[in-house]
């Protein structure tokens, strides 16, 4: 005979317990930080699961950025003033696919790491001209003004 005992929680120990098992987790995928594959596969698990290993993969996120270049700096541009994106736009420059959606995360503030010469190599690579001055600055820019 099996006997479950119920005890029960007050709310306060609820969300230490979920505070803990979020702790957990996070160290549990710190460990997988080199493993993009497997990171990339538990992002879509759950909202809790996306919420702790985005910042992970946007620690640095140009380690992850061969290939995807195009798609990292829509990221990073959604993050610009409006009036720079209609500046982009007006200069031909459509790598913007949900031009007024706002993006998910913060994910510039998760970036720990600035890689001047990547950002200015994806720009190059993307826009497919010799790096326009303005949108280096305004990029690089994002970075030293987040909070």
Do not use: A
Request: aromatic share 14%.
């Amino acid at each position: 005979m099996i006997v479950i005992i119920l005890i029960p929680l007050n709310f306060f120990s609820f969300v230490k317990m979920l505070k803990l098992i979020r702790d957990v987790l996070y160290l549990i995928f710190k460990e997988l930080q080199d493993d993009k594959k497997t990171l990339h596969s538990c992002l879509l698990v759950n909202k809790t699961w996306c919420e702790i290993i985005v910042p992970i993969l946007w620690k640095n996120s140009w380690i992850y950025s061969r290939g995807k270049e195009k798609l990292l700096l829509s990221v990073i541009i959604q993050h610009l003033s409006n009036e720079f994106k209609n500046y982009i736009m007006s200069r031909g420059i459509n790598i913007l696919k949900n031009y007024y959606k706002k993006p998910l995360f913060d994910y510039i503030n998760f970036c720990k790491y600035l890689n001047i010469y990547e950002i200015e190599g994806m720009i190059n690579t993307v826009i497919n001209e010799k790096s326009d001055v303005s949108i280096i600055q305004n990029v690089i820019n994002l970075f030293y003004q987040r909070e």
